[in-house]
């Protein structure tokens, strides 16, 4: 009898023991800015993060805050432009096996917008001519007291809306060209970097 009773003490002592092991702290940071430590996180500050202590205070483990809405936000941001780099990578090595391909490839684009720009002068240069014959034939009917052809008048409008349509087309490939120049600057420092890689990876 002695013996189980002895058996049933020995065995509460060892479970006291097991649980005192187990026990755990919670320490946290409440809406006051105050530390708290407890056996339990209320709900309310869970997402604020909080540490997980042993019975000696030792830190078990530590579960972070949870990220705010600018934080998902920005972390979203963050891997579609990832995303982006990887797409525009995959297409640049796609089309340019080397940086002279790219140069090439550069060259023939700039030839191709200065073509569209002489072009467009070249017109400019027409519809100019034509003003000044309508410009002239006005002169004229002036001259004689007569009122000025509407024609003429309609004419003279157009000319001078198609000289500031093509005014704008030239101003825009202007841009456009210094816009294929800085992009060219990077993408041939991006294909640089890649190539480069793709060796050392190899």
């Known amino acids: 009898m002695l013996r189980s009773f002895s058996g049933v003490i ?6 006291v023991a097991a649980f005192g092991q ?4 919670y320490r946290y940071v409440d809406d006051k800015g105050v530390t708290v430590l407890g056996n339990r996180v209320p709900p309310e500050f869970v997402s604020r993060g909080y540490e997980v ?3 000696n205070g030792r830190v078990r483990e530590v579960i972070p805050a949870a990220p705010t809405r600018e934080e998902l936000k920005a972390n979203r941001e963050a891997r579609e432009a990832q995303a982006r780099q ?12 080397s940086q002279a391909d790219l140069d ?6 700039l030839a191709q917008i200065d073509s569209l720009i002489q072009s467009a002068r070249g017109e400019m240069d027409g519809v100019q001519d034509q003003r000044e014959a309508l410009q002239q034939r006005a002169a004229v009917q002036e001259r004689a007291g007569r009122e000025v052809d509407p024609q003429i008048l309609q004419d ?3 000319a001078d809306d ?5 005014e704008r087309l030239i101003e ?10 800085a992009n060219f600057i990077h993408q041939r420092a991006r294909l640089g970097y890649l190539l480069g890689a793709s060796d050392s990876g190899s």
């Open 10 to 15: 020995a065995g509460l002592l060892i479970s």
């Open 22 to 25: 187990q026990a755990q702290l």
């Open 53 to 55: 202590l042993d019975s």
């Open 86 to 97: 990887r797409q525009s990578d995959t297409t640049l090595l796609r089309l340019y096996s």
């Open 104 to 109: 090439r490839a550069h060259a023939r684009q």
């Open 156 to 158: 003279l409008a157009h």
């Open 162 to 166: 198609e000289t500031l349509r093509l």
């Open 172 to 181: 825009a490939k202007q841009l456009e060209i210094k816009e294929v120049r």
